[in-house]
Each structure stands twice: as C-alpha cells, then as structure tokens.
C-alpha cells in the first residue's frame, strides 16, 4: 500500500510497508497512482498525453521514469506487501507477564474543577482518596517482581492533582532510589502537573529526581481560564505561569513537556500554541479533549476541517522557525524517518493493560488512566498481581490487525491501531475505531514526515552550499 498526497510545496509518498518516504515530481506522482493497475504502455501513454507538451518532457524521460519506479518495487521501496500480519497474535507472547511501566494514581483529588476532565476533578468518578506510602511501596516492589528482565522502568506520578500528596512522591523517590541497584533497575520518573502547588521545592525536587516533567497550560488566558478553574470558580493562568516559567528555566534543557487541550471553544489551537512560545516555552504539545458525548466542550464535526488546518500551519510555523534558529518541538511530530519504533511497537501499541498499568490508591490495577473506574476492566491489584486473565488478554489481543478498519488504512503502523481508550469510550469497545480521533492523527502523521521532508531538504541545501 501506498500513500500519496501533496503539502508545503513537495509531493510526498509514503510506502506502507516499508515505511520508505519519496519526494517526487508531477510525473512520478501521476504515474505511482497509475502503476499498479495499469499496463506499462497504458501508463507512458497517459503521461504523454498529460505532460508531452512541455518542452524538457520526452519519450525516453517517461520511460526512464517508469523504470526507476520498477527498480524501487524491486528494491522493496515501494509498492511492499505487508508481511507482518501473521506474526502480529505472537509479538506480544514474547513479553507475556512483563511490565516495564506503571502509572501512580499518587491523588485521586484535584485543587481544579476542571470540567473537561476525564477523570471526573480527579475523582475517577469515585471518592476523593490518596496513595499511602504502603501502598506506593508496594506497587514499586510490584513493578519491580514483574519486570523480567528490563532494566529501565518507568513510573508516571498521576493525578488529580499529584502534588497534593508530594510528601510521599519524594518518598517513594527516595525508596526506588535506595533498592534500583539491587535489583539492576533504573527508575525513570514523570510527574504531571496543573501548577498550583508548584514551589521552590517542587522545583528543585522534579529537576533532581524527574526524567520528564508534564506541566497543563491551554494556551490563551481566556481559553486556559473558561475550564481550569478552582473550586471557588477562579481561573489558574496568572498563578501558574511564573511559576511553569521559573521551573522550566531551572530545569536547563531536561525534558518536559507543556501540555495543552483543546476543544470546541479553541479548535484554533494554534493561537495558544503562539502564547506558549511566546511565554518562552518550546516543548509542546496540544490534545484533542477527551469527554462524554454531548458535552459542551466536545469537538464537533463543524470543528474537523478547523483543526486539520491548524494543523497544517502549525507544520508552517514549525519550518519557519526552525529556518530561524527558534526551534520548537510538537510531540505529535516527533518521528524518525531513518529508523523510528521496531515493528512489534509498531503492530501492538502502548501495551497498556499488559506492559504499562494504572495503580489506583488503593492499589487496584487497571490497563491504563482512562480505564480507571471502569470495574469489569480491574485486572487485579498489587499484592496478587492480574487475576482478571480476561480483561487483560483483550488487551494483549490488541493490534492493529485485531481492528478491521485499519487493514486498509495507510497510517496503521504509525498509530498502531489508536488509544484503546479512546476506542472504548467512543464505540464500547477496546477493539472499536474513534473515527474523529483516526482523522486528526492521519492529518498529524502527514504534517509530521512534510516537517521531516524540509527539513533534510534544507540540509541539503546547506550542504550544497
């Protein structure tokens, strides 16, 4: 399978299978869409017809042409069989009872009323709770009895709000730290954070002890106040962008992201990704809102083409500041044209509720985040370990072959079949297709190799010169 389309000036195609990426001219594009069902001559004929009454287009150019194409099938560049699907129900065996990543639900409680949030203010759509130190000990010790063999392990400090319990947060630091070596382990810390409580403290402990910080800004005063507001309905901007800006400045170029949501008051988006630049933030990232159906805040079809097109520019802003030396990264469009994901990451995806797991306070063991609350989708919990077999083998189960209408979809081994979340809370199952969220990734991954294409082309350029 191929894919073809045209943006920022460069005709683009994209083999499926091989992930190889071509830049080509008109002619070539014409003729790759003809080439598969279409005799030789039949080809170089319409070609002709199309193109024959430019001057510095001839016969033998056509016919050169056609055959460079014959030599990249040949070479497995282009016009590739997928060959991975048989081997997609075995890709997970290899790593059966293995976690490599758990999610601490360190507070199920929030100083925000968000109303957007998917997690009910944190509440998980239950009672307000914290995570003891016990309780946190013992999924470290989880993480550590089932890694198998992995070396890194990644904990994520989730919320609500998790620096409402940051005294054990720094405890369980300190624990992970005093047994990693041990057990030949390293630990590698997230925290994510709405801000409020950030403080010279926080600071200095998240630069020290975190591999990544993720810190929540929507963006434009206005559009960041209308939801993330207290419980006295106050909005947050003011409070926690010095505040961001002091901790981002401290950290000295470790990883952290500034994450932004936008929904149908904002499908605009690109404005509040103009505002964080401008409050000197350059890792960035922007997501669709993720909401019941029918909320006010949910994107609406009349929204899509809105959103494609911020898209598409933000791809524009991303070149133009990069060819002036003020780069900055989008995490949707980080992609590596030269190598990228092994192929088991590509077919089976995040690998949550069999690699990466969400702990709840109370020690409870769900797939992922979003599945928290959701009973029939309690694997089991950290003293037991996964005794809901069911469950989690219909997440072990799937891949992007498990859901019918990637087969035909040329962005499969790039999104791997799509947020199993997502799926379940649009269609009712894990194996279901959220086609809104199918068309904004689609839209994404062709920004995302446009961006990679210029920007070698530049480098080319430079070279040249």
């Keep these: 399978m191929i894919h073809q389309y045209k943006l920022g000036g460069y005709n ?49 150019d056509l016919e ?26 075995y890709l997970k065996e290899k790593t059966s009872g293995v976690v490599k990543a758990l999610c601490l639900h360190i507070a199920h409680t929030c100083n925000l009323n968000c109303s957007y ?61 005093s047994v990693e070596k041990e057990h030949g382990k390293n630990f590698r810390f997230t925290l994510t954070t709405n801000g409020i409580l950030v403080d010279d403290d926080v600071i200095d402990f998240a630069n020290r002890e975190m591999s990544n910080v993720v810190l ?3 963006g434009r005063k206005e559009i960041h106040d209308r939801y993330r507001v207290d419980y006295a309905g106050n909005g947050s901007w003011e409070r926690i962008v010095p ?49 019941a159906p029918g909320d006010p805040s949910e994107l609406t079809e009349a929204d899509l083409p809105i959103v494609l097109d911020q898209y598409e520019k933000l791809a524009e802003l991303m070149l133009e ?27 089976s995806g995040c690998g949550s509720g069999t690699e990466y797991m969400a702990v709840t306070p ?39 072959y498990s859901r019918e209408e990637c087969r035909d979809c040329w962005a499969r081994l790039y ?13 009712g199952s894990v194996k279901g297709v959220y086609k809104y969220g199918c068309e904004l990734f689609r839209k994404r991954m062709e920004c995302a190799i446009m961006v990679q294409v210029a920007k070698m082309a530049d480098e080319d350029d430079d070279t040249d010169l």
């Design 243 to 291: 505040k961001f800006q002091k901790l981002v400045e401290a950290r000295g170029g470790k990883n952290y992201y500034m994450r932004g949501t936008f929904t149908h008051a904002n499908p605009d988006f690109l404005k509040d990704i103009q505002v964080m630049l401008d409050l000197g933030f350059n890792e960035l990232s922007m997501e669709p809102v993720v909401c």
């Design 321 to 347: 500041r990069e060819r002036a030396g003020k780069p900055f990264t989008f995490y949707h469009y980080m992609i590596d044209l030269t190598g990228g994901p092994c192929i088991y990451k590509r077919i």
């Design 64 to 89: 050169e042409c056609y055959d460079q194409l014959l030599e990249l099938k040949e070479s497995g560049q282009l016009f590739v069989p997928d060959t991975f699907e048989a081997m997609a129900p």
């Design 12 to 60: 683009i195609v994209l083999d499926v299978s091989s992930g190889a990426v071509h830049v080509v001219d008109d002619i070539a594009y014409d003729m790759i869409a003809l080439f598969e069902t279409t005799e030789r001559a039949d080809v170089i004929a319409a070609m002709a017809e199309k193109y024959g009454h430019l001057p510095e287009v001839s016969a033998e």
């Design 117 to 177: 949030c998917f997690a009910s203010q944190g509440k998980y759509h239950g009672e307000r709770a914290v995570m003891s130190y016990e309780v946190g000990k013992q999924a470290l010790d989880f993480l550590i009895a089932n890694s198998g063999t992995r070396r890194n392990l990644e904990v994520d400090f989730f919320g609500g709000e998790p620096l409402m319990n940051f005294d054990v947060v720094k405890q369980l630091v300190a624990y992970a730290r």
């Design 216 to 218: 929540s800004l929507d």
């Design 362 to 400: 109370w020690g409870d063991l769900y797939p992922c985040h979003q599945f928290v609350g959701e009973e029939k989708y309690k694997l089991g919990n950290i003293w037991d370990g996964v005794t809901n077999k069911d469950a989690q083998n219909e997440f072990a189960c799937c891949n992007v």
């Design 415 to 427: 999104c791997s079949g799509g947020c199993a979340a997502n799926a379940y809370h649009a269609t």
